[in-house]
């Protein structure tokens, strides 16, 4: 069993928010939280942010990891951790921690410009 089962939608927000917090004591740049549920039918949360490396990008990735499991939530996925553009899937919550040059290219923000965006 894992932590995300049977979790409120405010807890799954609480936790998206939590993240996001670590993340920006980390140093992530333009982090944004984004809520899909009413612009996509199988997303919920996104959670976007920047590093200044790819070095700095894993070590970002690996203590978000961390907290994640400590707080009974495991990454569903296996994350490339030697990528621009690493995804960490927890099921309700994808994150993406992008260089900047990825995350220009790829532009998540305004590819999902419509959902809406949430304070952390």
């Given at each position: ?58 070590a ?53 410009g ?6 952390y």
């Amino acid at each position: 069993m894992t932590g995300q089962e049977n979790i409120s939608e405010n807890g799954i927000i609480e936790m998206t928010r939590r993240c996001a917090r670590l993340l920006d004591g980390r140093k992530g740049d333009d982090i944004l939280i984004i809520d899909l549920k009413r612009v996509n039918s199988y997303l919920d949360y996104f959670l976007i942010t920047t590093g200044n490396s790819r070095v700095h990008c894993r070590a970002m990735a690996r203590e978000l990891e961390k907290f994640m499991h400590e707080n009974g939530w495991r990454v569903r996925n296996r994350p490339d951790h030697e990528s621009g553009w690493i995804i960490l899937d927890f099921g309700e919550l994808i994150v993406h921690i992008f260089t900047q040059e990825l995350r220009e290219y790829y532009q998540l923000d305004k590819l999902w410009g419509d959902a809406e965006v949430i304070p952390y």
